[in-house]
């Protein structure tokens, strides 16, 4: 019923930038919220970034003040601009959708995954 798709990953170097994209598509009655997550090698999945339909975000402590969740609802796709990048940054990016189908069907949705590479 509803897929999601990121584009956007690669290698970059330590203080470098990159914008990850999320796209959603099928048949989607609305979308409550957006996420990115990532996860490291050997390590557990974090959440990174949040936002609401209403365009409300959160962000964990660690990248706040270098990375900004956007959203488009005319393209149901969600954007995360990273700038300032570290190696702990290195991960496995993946977004989140919380969704309603047009069927009826609420879920949470995932994404494939990208991988993001910092290093030198």
């Known amino acids: 019923q509803a897929q999601l798709v990121e584009s956007g990953g690669g290698l970059v170097q330590p203080g470098g930038s990159l914008r990850l994209s999320c796209a959603a598509s099928g048949s989607i009655f609305g979308i409550y919220a957006m996420a990115w997550y990532r996860q490291a090698p050997g390590k557990q999945r974090e959440l990174v970034a949040t936002i609401t339909r209403e365009y409300s975000t959160n962000y964990a402590d660690s990248v706040k003040d270098r990375f900004t969740i956007s959203r488009d609802n005319t393209k149901n796709t969600v954007y995360l601009q990273m700038n300032n990048l570290k190696p702990e940054d290195t991960a496995v990016y993946y977004c989140?959708?919380?969704?309603?189908?047009?069927?009826?069907?609420?879920?949470?949705?995932w994404g494939q995954g990208t991988q993001v590479t910092v290093s030198s």
């Open positions: 989140n959708a919380d969704l309603r189908t047009v069927s009826g069907e609420r879920m949470g949705s």
